[in-house]
């Protein structure tokens, strides 16, 4: 069955042709004279028809025996994401793809086999049939797949950082600089100090340059940092909506049994569909983690193409509209408990009184970058006399010790690997977390693009259904049925008030 997603390899030419940034990341061309494959975007000159070769992951490119461009750099197309809620293989391909994307997956695991069978356990299938699926699916295995990802991060490390090729070895996932290079020389026909050595354009130089990270047009780009600029924490965070250095903060990365803290900064360039990566020197042995949680943080992964197919008759002014991530998943927890039937700024308040009580202090080149969000260990052993004095109520307090509890010992994950329905179905255990607060966390800290916050008062009058409760949140379901499986991106554009016919609340805080 064709789908908004679904291109022939005609399409694909014609938009290889005209260097469409729609299609970054949504396909590869491979080209069989040179032996290199491309982002559609590549600005080199256009090969003819009949030495072109599509694929549709990098993976697949390479296992096919080609390598990747070093002009373009398959490394920066956004990523690919699947999304289905009907068939069940394309979920567990989603998934899992999306799970061993993840850099933090990598680390710990001597060979990448023993990572594929710990997803293929998280996942409750066996190894075989994990193996089936991706081959039916990709054309590649998973531990082909995941290798693809290594090397690409590492290629990505050696062109924009100074770092020591043993730590981008580390950081990318290889148990040892001697397996690094044999991969690497396997794939590429290159020792990672040759790929190093090779020219580098003006502004893609190592020293100080930004790491480059490019999105799919259309991107409103000022309404995502205006959303971001009325919740920002003084100390942690900057946000600058008009300017082109967008935001500026604090970070802590947890990656092998270590604590990394820094700062990074990121500018946007709309023009090239790019945004700038600028990070502390503390931060770039983690560097492909930072990169990730970035992505997720701007949304810079979301296809319009397709989301805009399901949306734009209901909501014709959201087309550049994207869904507000976050750095850091229990953070956004700790924000949106705080946030419960308040105002958005009355709940900045309380953040920022818990921030300057339990943060920690960190030294930044940035003046207005001097404090860490607090940890959950610090969160989970304050006393609620405490937290009773930055004036947040006891049912809050309630909520957020049960929450940094239940993530001190590991039984709840937030962020876009964790499987949506049953980590909300474990916030909604905890005290004082209803429907409404675990779906927009699934929104925004899992990247859920299915979320849809139940009862939500500026959704149901945006969306023009009279009255309130629970009758007018099953009409509210009723409505949003259309909009599955983008429903994240609906409450993103309906509180926009870009509903085709919006009755804009007045009153109702933002959520």
Known sequence: MNTPDSIDDEARYRALCSHDARFDGRFFTA????????????????????????FEHAAQAEQAGFRPCLRCRPELAPLQRHWSVEDARSILVQQATQWLDNPQNWPGASEGGATVARLASRLGVSDRHLRRIFEDRLGVSPLQYLLTRKLLAAKQMLADT???ITQIALASGFASQRRFNAAFGDHYGLSPGQMRRQPLSANNQRDGTPVQLFWRPPFDVAALLRFLAERQLPGIEHVQPDAPLGLQRTARVESGGLTHTGWFSVRFDPDANRLE???????????????????????????????????????????????????????????????????????????????????????????????????????????????????????????LQSLARAIVEGGLVLNAFADAHTTTQALQALPGIGPWTAQYIAMRALRWPDAWPVGDVALIKTLGIEGRGRAAALEADRQSAAWRPWRSYAVIRAWAGTHANPILPSGVPSP
């Open 162 to 164: 100074a770092l020591p």
């Open 31 to 54: 080209v069989t004279s040179t032996g290199i494959y491309c982002r559609p975007v590549c600005r080199v000159r256009t090969p003819r028809r009949e030495n072109c070769r599509f």
């Open 277 to 399: 990566l600028q990070l502390s020197d503390s931060l770039l042995p983690v560097l492909p983690t930072v990169i990730w949680r970035v992505r997720a943080l701007f949304d810079l992964d979301a296809n319009p193409l397709v989301i805009n197919s399901a949306l734009h008759a209901d909501f014709p002014a959201g087309d550049g509209l994207r869904v507000p991530g976050c750095f850091d998943g229990f953070e956004l927890a700790v924000r949106a408990i705080l946030g419960q039937q308040i105002t958005v700024a009355a709940a900045r308040t309380l953040a920022i009184r818990l921030t300057e009580r339990l943060g920690e202090a960190i030294t930044t080149q940035h003046p207005q970058l001097h404090r860490l969000f607090p940890t959950a260990q610090a969160l989970a052993s304050v006393g609620p006399d405490i937290l009773g004095e930055l004036g947040i109520v006891r049912q809050r307090q309630a909520a």
